[in-house]
């Protein structure tokens, strides 16, 4: 099949990019190169069925190239939660960037787009678990990191109203907390990879706001097979899927289980850090997803757990801060 990415280089992308080119896939892919490296790509790049443009959602033209021929686009590139920054970059991105994905894969004729949305959807929403059809709960709009559910949402809601007008196949994914190989070792990454970095260098693990917000964290495994599926199943056009595993931690209980699986003989240095320090914020409670529709229709649910997928992330981040020299 031929598969156009945005976003290849990312945490998602390069991996979903390994495993369709493994299975014989041809894979076009387009990056800013902001967030995603090359690095990410490694021997990929010299496949012969791969093709990386670097360019921007932002282009129009650069989407047209990018998309032609493809049977489906996966659009993964994004904006996230802009915790020091302000928020005009994940709307714009999201947003507009959202908007010329649809209008290029409706010019190129693409027969199907998964996006991947988010967890954050549901927003504040207190009811855990949570299935797709539960309310999105949002909080004040003076607070940014709105920002990214909301761009999400309205994402989802071109994704299908694309579909209804113009005949397009799309699929939404509501991704969980991923973690694993490649993602971004910075706060941009996720807690874990920051909590990763600090226990690797000796440092306190700093913990935003109480820590007994849970969180559900899922292996890149299992969100690779969920992409892979959404591509495949003819049943999954039209749906909002849940891509996460089911078991809640608390980022403080998350912090003290990497501290233990890398400094197995000291006691875990988690420093409470509020959240004023980065301006208004609200964060959500807790979040967990319900499995049970993305299992209907896609015949799985993630399943790989911390104490299994941890230290596979957590042997990747130190080759990587080792080669940066950041160890
Ligand atoms: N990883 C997770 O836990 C998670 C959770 C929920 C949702 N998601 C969503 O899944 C998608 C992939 O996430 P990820 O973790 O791989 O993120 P990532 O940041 O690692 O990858 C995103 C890629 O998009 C690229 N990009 C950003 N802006 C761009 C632009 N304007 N034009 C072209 N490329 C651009 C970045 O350089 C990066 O390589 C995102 O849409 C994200 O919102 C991820």
Not at 23 to 43: K, Q, W, Y
Not at 47 to 52: A, D, E, G, N, T
Not at 112 to 138: K, Q
Not at 182 to 187: E, S
Request: net charge negative.
């Amino acid at each position: 099949m031929r598969i156009a990415i945005t976003g290849v280089a990312g945490f998602v992308g390069s991996n979903l990019t390994e495993r369709l080119l493994e299975r014989g896939d041809t894979v076009r892919g387009i990056d800013d190169l902001s967030h995603g490296t090359l690095e990410n790509l490694g021997p990929l790049i010299h496949h012969p069925s791969f093709r990386l443009d670097q360019g921007t959602i932002l282009d129009p033209v650069a989407l047209q190239t990018a998309f032609s021929g493809a049977e489906v686009v996966v659009h993964l590139a994004a904006g996230k939660i802009p915790r020091h920054g302000d928020a005009l970059d994940t709307l714009l991105i999201n947003g507009e960037g959202g908007l010329n994905v649809l209008r290029a894969v409706r010019e190129c004729g693409v027969r199907r787009m998964i996006l991947a949305s988010t967890s954050d959807c549901y927003g504040r929403n207190p009811n855990v678990p949570f299935n797709e059809e539960s309310p999105s709960v949002i909080g004040s709009p003076k607070v940014r990191r709105w920002s990214y559910a909301v761009s999400k949402m309205f994402e989802e809601q071109a994704l299908f109203a694309f579909r209804e007008r113009y005949g397009i196949e799309g699929v939404a994914l509501r991704l969980f907390g991923g973690y694993g190989p490649r993602q971004n070792i910075t706060w941009w990454g996720g807690p874990q990879s920051v909590f990763i970095g600090a226990a690797l260098r000796g440092e306190a693990l700093e913990v935003h706001g109480t820590g007994q917000q849970t969180r559900s964290f899922t292996y890149i495994d299992d969100m690779v097979e969920g992409f892979v599926r959404a591509i495949d199943t003819p049943a999954a056009n039209g749906e909002v899927l849940n891509i996460g595993i089911d078991r809640e931690i608390t980022i403080e209980n998350l912090a003290r289980m990497i501290s233990k699986m890398i400094r197995p003989n000291e006691e875990p240095n988690v420093r409470l850090i509020p959240y004023e320090t980065f301006g208004r914020y609200e964060d959500v409670e807790r979040r967990i997803p319900d499995g049970s529709r993305s299992e209907a229709i896609l015949g799985f649910r993630a399943g790989v757990n911390l104490e299994e997928g941890l230290p596979r992330a957590i042997e990747w981040q130190r080759g990587t801060m080792q080669r940066l020299g950041l160890l």
